[in-house]
């Protein structure tokens, strides 16, 4: 699972069906609007952050305590981390959504 350092701790990301419509809940976004991070305000950056944070302790079993007011105080201590979140999220988006890893639907399907 990947990882990024924000509030001072190493925490886990997990971009997922689950962070993915939680995200679309907060933000009103569609799934397709999801996948154009060009056009995401900073509040949808935070956002995608806490859910994608709060999915990645669900994975590993870890507590999470964070508020999404957090995410704003973290990013202004260190802009850097949006890039970094931004490159995992395209990474974990382009290997779920790989063509190679989706079964072909059988004929007359």
């Known amino acids: 699972m990947n990882s990024i350092k924000i509030g001072g701790e190493e925490r886990p990301v997990c971009i997922g069906w689950g962070s993915l419509k939680e995200f679309g809940k907060l933000t009103g976004k569609t799934f397709g609007q999801v996948f154009e991070v060009s056009d995401l305000t900073f509040d949808d950056i935070e956002k995608l952050i806490f859910v994608s944070l709060k999915y990645g302790a669900k994975q590993e079993g870890e507590k999470f305590d964070i508020k999404l007011g957090d995410i704003e105080k973290w990013l202004e201590e260190n802009i850097n981390v949006v890039e970094k979140f931004v490159v ?6 382009t290997a779920k ?10 004929a007359g399907q």
Do not use: S, Y
């Open 88 to 93: 995992i999220f395209e990474q974990e988006l």
């Open 97 to 106: 959504l790989d063509e190679k890893n989706v079964p072909a639907p059988e």
